[in-house]
């Protein structure tokens, strides 16, 4: 492990607001059942009020999540697995076959799309579907493709000046992954929070 | 209930933005797969001045495949069209005059004519093909039907067959990418894909329009009545935004207006079950003028969210079919049971009118108040009517007078406190009150109710202030004296012939006509009757209609020949008895000998 960068710790920050959005996300339905469940006139089974609570959100936004969260796979992947400068396991640099190719930067990032990110497809947007998601809200998470792009140049300049190493581009480009997550995560956290409140 | 919402005129235009609002994310330079509205309803805008078209950006041209569309409603009308010549030579109307004539009895009186001149049917089923009248057939046809649920099937085809051959469907998208990334907005949905297409289809048509103003107000009646010439049963509600006080932009009367709206009221709620539309919402813009000193676009905002209760589709589990709008649309037209010997007694069919639906409507935020302050906050305090604006109601009314209550909620509340909370004020029976609940959203609870026929029962209510009877009497008695006082201009419209100006002398100034009707329906208010409109009238019918006799919110047709008959011989009996009586004799002599 780099000793310039905290690079494990950083990652537990973000693996940590990842679980909290878990738990965030487990709970709100938990508080939601309970809800119905004092108030309805009949038995009801989970995947009932599963549909019942179910928005649809837009095709618009939810290509843009997509999108999001599959480049912030990309982007996760260039950060911490471009050079053996931060976790010091497996980087991009011990494949020199790709790593020397003009493509070579593409050929990581399709593996890391075709591999995670079709479960990263399968599973995400369909969280954001049971929450009221403002048209403000939505508007914002805009930026995040632009956090990302920005993280993945940071990391792209790393992998180029390579064995050299700048700590300030790899901050800048965690400081951007770590906003895009939030930006991802903000509106399962708020209707979490808005549901607290009840 | 999934609408689909059909915005006529310049009022409905701009509400109905506030319906098809875009819930989706917009990336500005593109979109993937359908706009997306709150509920999924879709929409139309209907407008016959093509210049208001083109003083905006929102809506596109239907033709050119444009969502949200407009559609002018003369558009299928050439302008060398045989129909077009036939009614302005002989009539003086203008087929595809802009913006018409900003008369509700213009309106009226130019689709009456297509009903009932033989010779213009026959021209324009010659000339149009598909209909026997170009513009309600080419509004319903191209306009609206394609995105009902009426649209499938067999009847699509053959509806595809007689439709415009310029229609290029409703999901006629720029830049829309199909199958893979659409389905995208399915993630997540448990409809099977068998099933993608007819939910997304409308299950009901849902009118804007303003009462007083110029093209809502005139197409309103003709369009449903031609809609429902078509499809007999399928869910049909009007939404009808009375014109405030005072003088427009366009700098017309309020008298002028309020008789548009009278005659447009008139005119919806006179039409029998199956004949016309299934409800008249009613609002009061002098209300959302007073509460929100005249910003249009907040009253826009407040008609919208007034009604998102019942557009919400996030029904409790196993509710699901709560929401079906051919069920609402039954209990719309729910009428008290009788027993045996009422039957009996009666002998006669009871006929139906269209209810009056006020809405009553309250939000507050998921944390504070409870279900009691909020079906206050729609009703007002009890006995406190007014002044309006200060609660949820929509229109003056007094809420302790409706028959029925339809009751949509958005929150966490088990249907029995909701029935005790609304029952506690309006002072109905729990099997009079329906209920329809919509899963909360976290933030903020709403309500809405809907009062059917807030009215009647008592006499003397018109001179309460902020009682439906007393607005209604308001502006009827202000329709009246623009009538009285404004011949001239009701009668002298330039392009009129005399055959038209003839009909309208009789239509508004004739025996039994306009000014003789309205004056029966202040008698009914001021004596506490229902229903307040009961006559059908028609410019170019037959006016000398017998009376019905009426009760309740029902209409009796005349009585049946036995039944005359019956009577007759007993008023000749009575006659007989009193003629033989010594007292009658007597006075009979001093007649005689005086």
């Known amino acids: ?198 | 209930m999934k609408p689909c919402v059909v915005g006529i005129g310049g009022a409905g235009g701009n509400i109905l933005k506030q319906f098809l609002r875009n819930q989706d994310l917009n990336l500005v330079i593109h979109r993937f797969g359908e706009l997306l509205a709150f509920g999924d309803v879709k929409g139309i805008w209907l407008e016959s001045a093509t210049q208001d078209t083109q003083g905006q950006n929102y809506y596109g041209n239907l033709s050119e495949g444009s969502y949200p569309p407009y559609l002018i409603c003369h558009a299928g009308v050439g302008d060398s069209s045989a129909t077009r010549s036939y009614v302005m030579e002989k009539y003086g109307f203008d087929l595809k005059a802009m913006g018409f004539d900003r008369r509700a009895e213009y309106l009226k009186a130019m689709f009456e004519i297509f009903e009932l001149d033989p010779e213009l049917k026959a021209k324009c089923s010659e000339e149009f093909k598909r209909s026997d009248n170009p513009l309600s057939g080419f509004m319903w046809n191209t306009g609206i039907r394609p995105f009902t649920t009426l649209s499938m099937g067999k009847s699509a085809r053959v509806s595809e067959k007689a439709g415009s051959k310029d229609q290029e469907g409703t999901d006629g998208l720029p830049g829309r990418i199909p199958s893979i990334l659409r389905s995208l907005n399915e993630i997540g949905r448990t409809k099977g894909a068998g099933e993608l297409k007819s939910s997304r289809l409308c299950d009901s048509i849902l009118f804007l329009a303003s009462l007083g103003g110029g093209t809502g107000t005139g197409f309103i009646n003709p369009i449903t009545s031609f809609v429902r010439s078509e499809e007999v049963i399928f869910p049909i509600f009007a939404l009808g935004i009375l014109t405030e006080k005072g003088s427009d932009k366009r700098h017309a009367a309020e008298g002028q207006r309020y008789l548009g709206a009278v005659i447009a009221m008139y005119d919806l709620l006179t039409r029998e079950a199956g004949q016309g539309i299934d409800g008249l919402l009613l609002m009061d813009n002098q209300i959302l003028m007073e509460r929100f000193e005249g910003n249009y676009s907040a009253m826009d905002g407040a008609i919208f969210g007034a009604l998102k209760p019942l557009l919400d589709l996030r029904n409790y589990p196993g509710d699901q079919l709560q929401d079906d709008a051919p069920a609402i649309r039954r209990v719309i037209w729910e009428v008290e049971a009788e027993n045996g010997k009422e039957q009996k007694d009666r002998g006669h069919e009871i006929r139906l009118l269209p209810p009056m639906l006020v809405p009553c409507y309250h939000t507050q935020p998921d944390t504070s108040g409870d279900i009691d302050t909020l079906v206050e906050g729609a009703f007002g305090k009890a006995g406190n009517l007014f002044p309006l604006g200060k609660d949820g109601r929509l229109f003056p009314c007094d809420p302790t007078k409706a028959d029925r209550a339809l009751v949509f909620t958005r929150g966490f509340f088990s249907t029995e406190e909701i029935a005790e909370a609304v029952s506690a004020i309006i002072h109905l029976p729990e099997n009079k009150i329906k209920i329809y609940r919509k899963l909360g959203d976290s933030k903020n609870e709403d309500m809405l109710i809907l009062l059917r026929n807030p009215y009647g029962g008592a006499s003397g209510e018109h001179k309460r202030q902020g009682t439906l009877e007393w607005r209604l009497h308001e502006i009827i008695t202000l329709s009246l004296k623009y009538i009285d006082e404004n011949q001239t201009n009701i009668l002298g419209f330039q392009s009129y012939k005399e055959i038209t100006k003839d009909r309208l002398r009789n239509y508004f100034y004739g025996e039994n006509g306009l000014i003789d009707e309205l004056n029966n329906c202040l008698d009914r208010l001021e004596n506490g009757e229902r229903p307040i409109f009961t006559r059908p009238l028609k410019i170019f019918g037959d006016a000398a209609i017998e009376p019905p006799i009426t009760d309740s919110c029902l209409v009796r047709p005349e009585m049946l020949a036995k039944d005359k008959y019956d009577l007759r011989e007993m008023v000749k009996s009575e006659l007989r008895q009193i003629l033989k009586s010594e007292d009658c004799r007597r006075r009979i002599r001093e007649i005689l000998e005086s």
Not at chain 1, 19 to 30: G, R, W
Not at chain 1, 96 to 117: H, K, T
Request: hydrophobic share 50%.
């Open chain 1, 1 to 198: 492990m780099s000793e310039t960068v905290p690079g494990l710790y950083l990652l537990a920050v973000m693996m940590g607001m990842v679980i909290l959005s878990l738990i965030f996300h487990t709970h709100y339905f938990v508080r939601v059942t309970d809800h119905v469940k004092k108030t309805s006139d009949r038995n009801f089974q989970r995947k009932d009020l599963m549909a019942a609570l179910h928005i649809p959100q837009g095709s618009n936004f939810n290509t843009m999540m997509l999108f999001s969260w599959i480049l912030f796979l990309v982007a996760f992947a260039f950060l911490y697995f471009m050079t053996p400068d931060i976790l010091g396991t497996w980087d991009y640099f011990r494949v020199p076959q790709v790593a020397s190719d003009s493509f070579g930067l593409v050929y990581f990032g399709a593996a890391v799309i075709l591999i995670p990110g079709i479960l990263v497809a399968l599973f995400v947007p369909q969280c954001y579907g049971y929450y009221q998601i403002s048209a403000q809200l939505k508007q914002v998470t805009l930026l995040t493709p632009v956090f990302l792009l920005a993280s993945i140049a940071c990391s792209v300049y790393l992998g180029t000046i390579y064995p050299e190493f700048n700590p300030f581009y790899w901050y800048v480009g965690y400081v951007a992954l770590l906003i895009s997550l939030a930006l991802m995560l903000t509106p399962i956290a708020k209707g979490y929070i808005e549901e607290m409140r009840t």
